[in-house]
């Protein structure tokens, strides 16, 4: 049997989950597992509740929650039902929320907990179109998602019938789901995705990647996220059993409690991974810090391929006395992971092979359902540090005359919902996708992104600038957690700087230098001649034009909750400008008192 709707996972599932289960979370401290046959119960329930209800083929619901099997049981339900699932991030502004719920046209909203409720409900008393407010905990006084369960059950001899009818008529190019990207600027917008459009993309990686029936993931990306989304339908497809995680924090404790074989996550997360791992690092004494760094600057040089034979064995060294007890903390089985959503530093994914930890990076966006391109390890050679892969077998890639990436396959999405106009602008008469990335080939099939189309700047001096380059290049520096590359219609580039503050207290402590908070910290000369040194290195590896002659330090630090971040952790390059409207005009302002980081 093959999958060509979503749901059909669920009848495909009784063969590949027979002996494991298909999904876990937490509760009160015990791991709760269900079964394939508990999550069919749960899904059929669910829709013929949905029916009862009144609602129809097409009908819009959504859900606003953590990571949990009751995410994919409400999905299921909707799926089989005909109905249509509008996921949403549980860290956006209240505005967006108005915003995705109208725009929608959502007839019901599932939320996870108390302090969801209490900012959703308020909304949705004021949004007509809405008939009721669910959530997934229990909380007093507010309708509980069981009494839709309960009220299917009880039902469900009546509408049985009505819902097989539902699922014969649902076709492999029926809506399945409405993404709201997140969007740096402005409001988001409704990307529209098939059953074909997830299960092309499913179908295209599920011989990539080593994984098998009773192996296990953790999830922590939200299940809003493309990627999560696309990914829980391929572990379902192999039948891998997905464990989430009780939330950000406890990522590390969950790792060593079910010793996965796999996990998806965005660079920022391996990025701070790797920073604890470096500060437990410099807390060693003597040769155990010597091997320790040693260890960990011999993983900076490791190759894809064509490592000789006096590097492995260096390696062997580094992997039984270092690298051991980096996969240890992941829980000793991981086979590989999977980043996507950012930039990967190809010095991190170094590090992370050479500790036996594979990392492989992806490609793409909500509107391709989302893999375009692939790092992977099926037949020879088909990973590149830096690169973001091989492009994946049903989907083709073209680049247009200024470099932007342009992609057309059964993952591209149907269109933006209830915008013409934006889908036009989106997608050419030729069935193009034009991505906004500017990208280029490497060694004739590894693909590269350069930049955003809309992010690179002009000079004055009539020279481009693609600021994402360089801020990545900036991120490598343990002190810079996030930087913000400026200079457009400027005679020099210059940069906003949200230190790694964790670590750059630890400097301070080491360094005996003394500060009350983050204001006082960053004025501090020390400081800024430490930042300064980080900026030299960082434009010995630029061109000319691109030098940040000048840079200042902020005492934030930027987060998808206060807004400069968004929920997929991309710069939100207006909001940021806004916030810092004072600090980038003294930037480059003329003949006002000398500015930190000027040559």
């Not at 999550?39 to 619901?61: I, P, R, T």
């Not at 939320?111 to 809405?130: G, M, T, W």
């Not at 690092?281 to 900076?300: C, Y």
């Amino acid at each position: 049997m093959k999958a060509e709707r979503t749901f059909d996972l669920l009848e495909m599932g009784k063969a590949t989950y027979s002996n494991s289960p298909v999904l876990a979370s937490k509760q009160n401290g015990v791991w709760i597992e269900y079964s394939i046959s508990q999550y069919q119960d749960y899904a059929n329930n669910l829709s013929y509740a949905f029916l009862s209800l009144g609602l129809k083929k097409g009908d819009k619901v959504a859900s606003i929650t953590n990571n949990r099997p009751e995410w994919n049981f409400l999905d299921m339900g909707l799926s089989q039902a005909g109905l249509v699932h509008v996921p949403i991030y549980p860290t956006i502004s209240n505005e967006e929320y108005e915003h995705i719920l109208s725009h929608s046209e959502s007839k019901l909203v599932f939320v996870s907990d108390k302090q969801l409720y209490d900012r959703i409900k308020p909304i949705a008393n004021q949004l007509p179109n809405i008939l009721g407010v669910y959530t997934f905990n229990e909380i007093p006084d507010a309708p509980y998602w069981s009494e839709v369960y309960e009220k299917g059950k009880s039902v469900a001899s009546e509408m049985a019938k009505e819902l097989d009818s539902v699922k014969n008529s649902v076709t492999p190019d029926d809506t399945v789901s409405i993404i709201y990207t997140s969007g740096t600027t402005g409001l988001s917008k409704g990307v529209m995705l098939s059953h074909r459009n997830f299960l092309s993309n499913v179908s295209a990686c599920i011989e990539l990647f080593p994984i098998a029936a009773g192996d296990k993931a953790l999830s922590f990306l939200p299940l809003s996220h493309v990627l999560e989304r696309m990914v829980g339908y391929f572990y379902q497809t192999k039948g891998v059993t997905v464990y989430y995680a009780e939330n950000m924090g406890t990522i590390a404790e969950n790792m060593k409690e079910i010793q996965p074989q796999v996990f998806i996550a965005v660079p920022r997360v391996l990025e701070k991974v790797f920073d604890k791992i470096i500060a437990k690092g410099k807390d060693l004494k003597g040769i155990k810090k010597q091997l320790f760094f040693w260890a960990v600057n011999l993983g900076f040089k490791y190759k894809e391929d064509g490592n000789g034979w006096f590097y492995n064995l260096q390696l062997a060294i580094a992997r039984k006395l270092i690298f051991s007890k980096w996969q240890a903390a992941l829980g000793g089985q991981v086979k590989f992971l999977i980043s996507g959503g950012a930039a990967l530093q190809a010095r991190l994914a170094r590090v992370y092979w050479a500790a036996g930890i594979p990392i492989f990076e992806g490609y793409g966006l909500t509107e391709t359902s989302p893999a375009i391109s692939l790092n992977h390890p099926k037949g020879n050679r088909n990973v590149m540090f830096g690169s973001v892969g091989v492009v994946i077998h049903n989907v083709e890639v073209k680049l247009a005359d200024d470099g932007e990436i342009l992609m057309r396959g059964p993952s591209l999405m149907q269109g933006y919902y209830r915008s013409p106009e934006q889908t036009a602008e989106a997608i050419d008469s030729d069935g193009w996708f034009h991505t906004g990335d500017i990208g280029k080939f490497e060694k004739d099939k590894f693909l590269l992104i350069t930049d955003r189309k809309k992010e690179i700047f002009k000079m004055s001096s009539g020279k481009y600038v693609a600021p994402q380059a360089i801020e990545n290049k900036l991120k490598e520096s343990f002190f810079i957690e996030q930087a913000m590359v400026v200079g457009e219609n400027e005679k020099f580039v210059s940069a906003l700087i949200s230190p790694n503050f964790s670590f750059l207290h630890d400097w301070c402590a080491r360094h005996k230098i003394h500060f009350e908070n983050n204001i006082e910290l960053i004025t501090i000369p020390q400081v800024q001649s430490r930042f300064q040194r980080e900026i030299k290195t960082i434009n010995s590896q630029l061109g000319t034009h691109e030098h940040i002659k000048r840079f200042r330090l902020v005492a934030e630090q930027w987060d998808s909750k206060t807004g400069e971040l968004s929920p997929t952790l991309k710069l939100r390059r207006k909001i940021i400008s806004d916030k810092y409207e004072s600090i980038l005009a003294s930037i480059y302002a003329a003949g006002k008192d000398s500015l930190n980081g000027d040559d």
